[in-house]
């Protein structure tokens, strides 16, 4: 298992949810909300340095059929303006059910969904995140697939 803190980011139309592990990478853990905005890259990339992060880990929203949704560009295009943008690895990793899990997590804590959508995302993160950190510790290898920043960006 490879150290150092990853960031988790569930990336949304409306939000992106950030998650961090811890730098054994053992738990991961809730960050925070960025709205989607022309500087949610941005600030996405300022909690990676704040939070030393060695890796950022970007779910991909893909149809349990397995073929691209409608969200999956928007993903893949939002990992791409962070391997452009920052010197911090990024990885893209299956995140199929993950929102749905994190309702059903919030449900079942007792929150509505009108009182979780601040932390939704987050969840979300979370589970992205910890999902790829389970994997990396049982195959031995790194998740996902690599982004390689765009050359002359």
């Known amino acids: ?43 996405v990339i300022a909690l990676a340095v704040e939070c030393d992060a060695v890796e950022f880990v970007v779910g991909l929203p893909i149809a349990l059929s397995g073929r691209d949704t409608a969200s999956t560009a928007d993903a893949r295009e939002f990992a791409q303006q962070l391997a452009d943008k920052s010197a911090v690895p990024v990885r893209l990793v299956d995140e199929r059910m993950t929102t749905m899990s994190a309702n059903t997590a919030l449900r079942a804590s007792g929150r509505t969904a009108k009182n979780s959508r601040s932390v939704v995302d987050q969840v979300a993160a979370v589970i992205i995140l910890q999902h790829a950190l389970d994997f990396e510790r049982s195959a031995a290898r790194p998740p996902g697939e690599l982004v390689e920043p765009t050359l002359g960006s």
């Open 1 to 43: 298992m490879r150290t150092g803190t990853r960031l988790g980011v569930d990336v949304g139309k409306v939000r992106v949810g950030v998650a961090r592990s811890d730098p054994h990478g053992m738990l991961a853990t809730p960050v925070a909300t960025v709205q989607r905005a022309s500087r949610s890259v941005q600030k």
